[in-house]
């Protein structure tokens, strides 16, 4: 496989589970990223990892967990979602220089009930 | 005032026109710009990297990048029903260590081109 990949591609949970989204890629990056992509309006910045530290966390609630266990993979742990957290999740990476742009996988799309 | 500012459309042109898709920005510390286009149930697919000012070519796609406007734009000659998508625009400041590298990006234009 190439570039980056997430799964699942659909998900739909009550308020009161427990889910995990998983990236991988295989692009050789060291930076990834979570990102929320609500209608009509920006991507949304979620959390930054850069050599499988934990570099930003753009005040996200605690609900969402990340983990990095290495620099190919990525996950989002989720608990006790909200309605207003349906949405689209997108993964990306890069090198973590600032002349290397980011890729981008294809989303899980997150309905909760 | 948002920092990047987009025109969501949408916009719909018939094939072989040329189209215009703009973004304005507040921040004038900017330095890298990007155009991603976004087909439907897929994520955003990098098109157009610049860095700066000035234009950049790649087939029939060109972007500009004018910081004295704050304004930057990507133009698609003869444009085909393969381009109807949503394209977004992002930027970042320039690289000042781990993690610093962090996309803003615009709503994004929603274009269809008619056949």
């Known amino acids: 496989e190439t570039g980056v990949t997430q799964t699942p591609r659909h998900l739909v949970m009550g308020m009161t589970n427990k889910k995990s989204l998983k990236c991988e890629q295989h692009?050789?990056?060291?930076?990834m990223y979570w990102y929320k992509q609500s209608a009509k309006k920006p991507l949304e910045l979620m959390f930054v990892?850069?050599?499988?530290?934990?570099?930003e966390n753009n005040s996200v609630p605690s609900r969402f967990s990340p983990e990095c266990p290495n620099s190919s993979h990525l996950f989002l742990h989720l608990h006790t979602l909200q309605p207003e957290d349906s949405a689209l999740y997108l993964c990306?990476?890069?090198?973590?220089?600032?002349?290397?742009?980011?890729?981008f996988g294809d989303g899980t799309r997150l309905s909760i009930l | 005032q948002k920092e990047v500012e987009q025109d969501p459309g949408p916009l719909s042109v018939p094939e072989g026109a040329i189209v215009s898709l703009n973004c304005t920005y507040s921040?004038?510390?900017?330095?890298?710009f990007m155009w991603y286009r976004q087909y439907s149930r897929k994520g955003p697919e990098l098109l157009m990297y610049?860095?700066?000012?000035g234009n950049k070519e790649d087939g029939r796609f060109t972007a500009q990048v004018d910081k004295s406007s704050k304004y930057i734009s990507l133009f698609i000659r003869d444009s085909q029903p393969s381009d109807s998508a949503t394209y977004l625009c992002?930027?970042?400041?320039?690289?000042?260590?781990?993690?610093?590298?962090?996309?803003?990006f615009g709503k994004g234009t929603k274009l269809s081109v008619i056949p």
């Open positions: 610049t860095y700066s000012s």
């Open positions: 990306a990476s890069s090198q973590d220089r600032g002349d290397q742009p980011q890729h």
């Open positions: 990892y850069s050599l499988e530290e934990r570099v």
């Open positions: 921040n004038s510390a900017f330095q890298y």
């Open positions: 692009l050789g990056h060291n930076a």
């Open positions: 992002a930027m970042s400041l320039a690289y000042s260590g781990a993690g610093s590298y962090q996309l803003t």
